[in-house]
């Protein structure tokens, strides 16, 4: 199982908007609407922020927002604050209970 | 509220095993699936594989089957992961993370990590 594509790293400044790409297959990505991604600051545990594409958990800011498209999620993460200064994984779900993360991106705030 | 407490750091020989532990509380331990992932030092996220605390059916990334199991206790709400034949590879924070309510979305809720360290 190979890894989900992902850029090494983005940046914006506060209050733009940025999106961040994961790039799987159609064995993957393309065949269920099962992508989620994690924001992880240094030294925490992943926090989830968007799951099964385009859903946000309960209580998490409208700025993170997912999107699909054949093999390739998006995560737009608008209004850039500070604190959203982390790494960013994807991870979809590849059949047979099994799921294969993204490389991750690292987002700087400028 | 739903905890998960993992064991504490380890440092291990090449070659030697590991067995990491994640203490459940807070749900119904049966009811949903776990999942470990290991991050090596300045690495990505890894996924290792996953288990039904109900039955104890696993399933295991490619890359660990035959190096790892999973099990779990259902007496003391723990899962385990052991890992085998340890190279300087496997240096890396091992983390459980939770199933959430809905079918094969995980991760709202994750152990602190596990540092596993493998140094002759």
């Known amino acids: 199982q190979s890894a989900l594509t992902q850029p090494a790293s983005v940046s914006g400044s506060p209050g733009q908007s940025v999106t961040i790409s994961c790039t799987g297959t159609?064995?993957?990505?393309?065949?269920?609407?099962?992508v989620s991604w994690y924001q992880q600051h240094p030294g925490k545990a992943p926090k989830l922020v968007i799951f099964e594409d385009i859903k946000r958990p309960s209580g998490l800011s409208n700025r993170f927002s997912g999107s699909k498209s054949d093999n390739t999620a998006s995560l737009t993460i608008s209004g850039l604050q500070a604190e959203d200064e982390a790494d960013y994984y994807c991870c979809s779900y590849a059949g047979s209970y099994t799921w294969v993360f993204g490389g991750g991106t690292k987002l700087t705030v400028l | 509220q739903v905890q998960l407490v993992q064991s504490g750091a380890e440092v291990k020989r090449p070659g030697a095993s590991v067995k990491v532990s994640c203490k459940t509380s807070?749900?119904?331990?049966?009811?949903?699936?776990m999942h470990w992932v290991r991050q090596a030092p300045g690495q990505g996220l890894e996924w290792m594989g996953i288990i039904n605390p109900s039955g104890g059916r696993t399933t295991y990334a490619q890359r660990f089957q035959g190096r790892v199991t999973m099990t779990r206790d259902t007496s003391t709400s723990i899962v385990y992961m052991e890992l085998r034949s340890l190279s300087s590879e496997d240096t890396a924070i091992y983390f459980c993370?939770?199933?959430?309510?809905?079918?094969?979305?995980?991760?709202?809720?994750w152990g602190q990590g596990t540092l596993v360290t493998v140094s002759s």
């Open positions: 159609s064995n993957d990505v393309g065949s269920y609407t099962l």
């Open positions: 807070g749900y119904t331990f049966t009811s949903y699936y």
């Open positions: 993370a939770r199933e959430t309510n809905f079918d094969y979305v995980w991760g709202e809720n």
